[in-house]
């Protein structure tokens, strides 16, 4: 009996251990939330999530002509942004008209269904502060929003009148399993939780940890605040400047050293989401900011080895500080999942009418960029851009510098709010916590210094950036086509088909910053092409990506891999006055007049693991839907000059 016994125990603690190992990785390890819902998520990176926006902004890169573009207009309305083939959210939306009244209707479009899922007056959006216009907001003829808007299969958005400013933001997800959906009960926190006062903690592990002191900085010291040798997480940081030092913050250099590397070494002022020369009452973000009395960061800064904070006086003066540390003496996040928390600080930086844009931020590696601080330089029409992944077209650019800033007609020193705010004439905030920017390869973020052409106008860059940062790469080249190029369609095994073809050789520029021109040959059809890919066997899904001649636009066609069809690749082009240039009596766009211009176009396509893992190759096929074009012999036409083949590596 005995016998029989142990021999139950055994199988009931067996049958236990093999519970614990099936399903505790997956209590454990439960989907990611967006940070402004789970604030303890934001250092966490992201696979499967990607930002996608379009913009008022003119191909042309004159800054001025941001106005009146559209890509096409239908009976649905004039079309501002049209998205196809994933689901997503529609995650941030600025609108700036000539006055602080506005006709006309926003649609809003789930492409999945033919009827809107909103129709109403743009006043309508702003104005009932409940739910799904929560989050809705306007003043000054700015108009801005955090939406949070799902959808299953693409977004379209119109309106029933000549649109004037604007941009529309979507974080979209390669796969259901990577959705960051926010409900309406979400939504609602979130709500709250901004209408807090501010400096107000927007996480719910404020640390179980507390250090609190006063110190004396003597002029040109330095002082150590907090040092830790073990592994742990700072939760929250707030430094109260004593006396007269709060005139010493942009003297006062705050160094953080993360794991034995400097991750941090920028003025007071700017580490707590303020500027050199502003009154810091203007700083009242949600992670970062002034209450009035205490300077406050709330990001989370996981490390796994150490973690010091020092205080530097630059000055000849003595400054008092006193400061508390909230932390917890663990740490967990998976390493290899989460990016250490980093500010950029770009000191005061001269360039000269012809340089080319400011680079506020470039690395590689994985991780997710979180906000920025940043002056206007040259004019406050100089857009910033954000590249991501070696991506040669934007993943947001702004139509203008204050626009980036979520203001509009300059910026507007004290005029607040929890994810963007003015803090000078020409000085602002803006943090990206429900558009974070995730990037698995690389990010650069750029800054134009212009009037109305790109780089016309001299000016002074100073900047901060806070981001995360993995140095590992998690997305990686494995394959690369050159279309028109006769060794490299063989070696993939490329062919081509349709009743309507041309070969055609293209000398021209991308939008934006990459402005030197390429030649390159590409292949137009109304058929279909096909080729073989190399990829990692070891892959977690693929991307393709593929160079477009975008004067064809909303090109289309349907993807199959291994003759299994995959879904829709879409691309809806860059913005165009489709009837006549409304400036300067330009009746066509440039590149119609022979000149180079910004024909060419990055655009990209998700692969699901489910079509790619395990396997070293693929074969691909690409059969023509249709097109728009701004010639009228391309119609119906589809294009590709490139193609790059982008294996995702797993955790």
């Not at 009996?1 to 142990?6: F, G, H, K, S, Y």
């Not at 006055?99 to 743009?122: E, H, I, M, R, V």
């Not at 070696?390 to 509009?408: N, P, R, V, W």
Request: charge should be neutral; aromatic fraction near 16%; proline fraction near 5%.
């Amino acid at each position: 009996m005995r016998v029989m016994e142990l021999l139950r125990s055994i199988r009931q603690l067996l049958f236990i251990q093999a519970f614990i190992i099936l399903f505790f990785p997956v209590f454990s390890q439960r989907p990611l939330k967006n940070p402004a819902v789970v604030w303890e998520d934001m250092p966490y990176i992201r696979s499967g999530v990607q930002l996608w926006s379009h913009t008022s902004k003119s191909p042309l890169n004159r800054t001025v002509q941001d106005f009146l573009n559209y890509t096409t207009a239908d009976v649905s309305g004039y079309e501002l942004a049209n998205f196809k083939g994933r689901s997503g959210m529609f995650v941030q939306g600025w609108f700036a008209f000539l006055s602080a009244d506005s006709t006309g209707s926003l649609k809003l479009f789930d492409t999945q269904n033919k009827s809107p899922l909103y129709n109403q007056p743009f006043k309508n959006y702003f104005n009932t502060g409940k739910y799904p216009h929560l989050l809705w907001e306007s003043k000054d003829a700015i108009w801005w929003s955090f939406p949070c808007v799902p959808f299953t299969g693409g977004f379209k958005a119109t309106t029933d009148i000549k649109p004037q400013w604007y941009q529309l933001t979507l974080q979209t997800y390669r796969e259901k399993r990577f959705s960051e959906f926010i409900t309406q009960h979400e939504l609602e926190l979130i709500d709250k939780k901004m209408h807090r006062p501010t400096g107000t903690f927007p996480g719910a592990e404020p640390g179980k940890k507390h250090e609190s002191a006063t110190t004396s900085l003597s002029a040109t010291e330095t002082v150590t605040v907090f040092s830790s040798s073990d592994a742990g997480v700072i939760r929250q940081l707030h430094l109260l400047p004593q006396g007269n030092s709060i005139s010493l913050l942009d003297s006062i250099y705050i160094r953080i050293t993360t794991d034995n590397e400097q991750t941090a070494y920028l003025p007071v002022s700017f580490f707590f989401g303020g500027f050199s020369h502003v009154n810091m009452k203007n700083a009242r973000g949600l992670p970062a900011g002034f209450d009035g009395k205490t300077l406050y960061n709330y990001f989370p800064m996981p490390y796994w080895k150490a973690f010091k904070i020092e205080l530097e006086n630059k000055t000849n003066r003595t400054a008092i500080m006193s400061y508390r540390i909230d932390w917890s003496d663990d740490n967990p996040y998976a390493q290899n999942k989460t990016g250490v928390f980093k500010v950029q600080y770009n000191a005061p930086t001269p360039v000269k009418a012809g340089e080319p844009d400011f680079i506020n931020l470039s690395v590689e590696g994985s991780g997710l960029m979180v906000g920025a601080v940043s002056q206007l330089t040259g004019a406050i029409e100089a857009n910033f851009s954000i590249h991501v992944d070696g991506l040669k077209t934007s993943a947001i650019e702004s139509t203008g510098g204050e626009d980036y800033f979520i203001h509009s007609y300059g910026i507007h020193p004290g005029f607040a709010r929890p994810f963007s705010g003015g803090l000078g004439d020409t000085m602002g905030y803006r943090f990206h916590i429900i558009d974070y920017v995730p990037f698995l390869e690389s990010l650069t973020f750029t800054q134009d210094h212009a009037l109305y052409q790109t780089h016309d106008r001299n000016g002074i860059f100073n900047s901060a950036v806070f981001y995360y940062h993995n140095p590992k790469k998690y997305l990686v080249v494995t394959d690369s086509l050159d279309v028109g190029d006769k060794p490299s369609e063989m070696v993939h095994d490329y062919r081509i088909k349709g009743t309507r073809m041309l070969l055609q050789k293209d000398t021209a520029s991308y939008e934006g910053n990459y402005t030197t021109a390429i030649a390159d040959q590409g292949r137009w059809t109304n058929g279909y092409s096909g080729f073989t890919f190399l990829i990692n066997p070891e892959n977690d899904g693929v991307r393709l990506r593929k160079r477009i001649n975008q004067t064809a636009y909303h090109q289309e066609v349907k993807v199959y891999v291994d003759n299994v069809f995959v879904g829709t690749w879409f691309e809806q082009g860059t913005n165009y006055n489709l009837n006549k240039r409304m400036y300067y009596n330009d009746s066509l766009p440039n590149w119609e007049k022979g000149n180079i211009e910004a024909k060419f176009r990055d655009t990209e396509f998700e692969i699901p693991a489910s079509f790619t893992s395990g396997k070293s190759s693929i074969t691909v096929r690409m059969q023509t839907v249709g097109s728009l074009a701004v010639f009228s012999w391309n119609r119906g036409l589809t294009n590709e000059y490139y193609y790059w083949a982008y294996s995702y590596l797993p955790f």
